[in-house]
């Protein structure tokens, strides 16, 4: 059973930046493929970015830019930089475990992604 928690969320003003944090226990890290996610009230929960195991990279158009995916495997964490947000950027944002993807790839499909964390809240104000 792999446990994720993340963490950074929080108030921003626009054009400020956060850094969100996604630690995983209860597997082999470097196994997996990880995502993030976001989910704002109303909506859908949608695809953010994604790192591989080897370390390929995948954005969502609307953030490539100004977000920054990255994984430290020695520390079983996976960070999410955001930098220029916007409030349209609020949302809960929620990282995941894909344990069954290609090494060299990540899916950017919720329904391929086997554990999700709690979630934690980004507000960015205008």
């Known amino acids: 059973q792999v446990q994720l928690v993340e963490s950074g969320g929080g108030l921003v003003q626009a054009g400020g930046s956060l850094r969100l944090s996604c630690a995983a226990s209860?597997?082999?890290?470097?196994?997996?493929?990880m995502g993030w996610f976001r989910q704002a009230p109303g909506k859908e929960r949608e695809f953010v970015a994604a790192?591989?195991?080897?370390?390929?990279?995948y954005y969502v158009d609307s953030v490539k830019g100004r977000f920054t995916i990255s994984r430290d495997n020695a520390e079983n964490t996976v960070y999410l930089q955001m930098n220029s947000l916007k409030p349209e950027d609020t949302a809960v944002y929620y990282c995941?475990?894909?344990?069954?993807?290609?090494?060299?790839?990540?899916?950017?499909?919720?329904?391929?992604?086997?554990?999700w964390g709690q979630g934690t809240q980004v507000t960015v104000s205008s």
């Open positions: 995941a475990a894909d344990l069954r993807g290609d090494r060299f790839a990540a899916t950017m499909r919720v329904p391929d992604y086997d554990y």
């Open positions: 790192i591989s195991r080897s370390s390929s990279t």
């Open positions: 209860g597997g082999t890290f470097s196994w997996y493929a």
